[in-house]
């Protein structure tokens, strides 16, 4: 059995419990999601 995880939704879900556990670093969370989720795409997910 294979089993792949998709690299978008695990940032997604690291920067929402880094908001939850650190709400003053939203911030920075936000924009470095950002940036991730933008190179992604740029890449199609091969970073």
């Not at 995880?5 to 920067?15: F, K, M, N, Q």
């Amino acid at each position: 059995m294979n089993m792949t995880i998709s690299l978008a939704p695990l940032v997604s879900l690291i920067a929402g419990i880094l908001i939850l556990v650190v709400p003053r670093m939203l911030n920075y969370i936000v924009a470095i999601y950002l940036i991730v989720i933008g190179l992604i795409g740029l890449f199609g997910g091969r970073l």
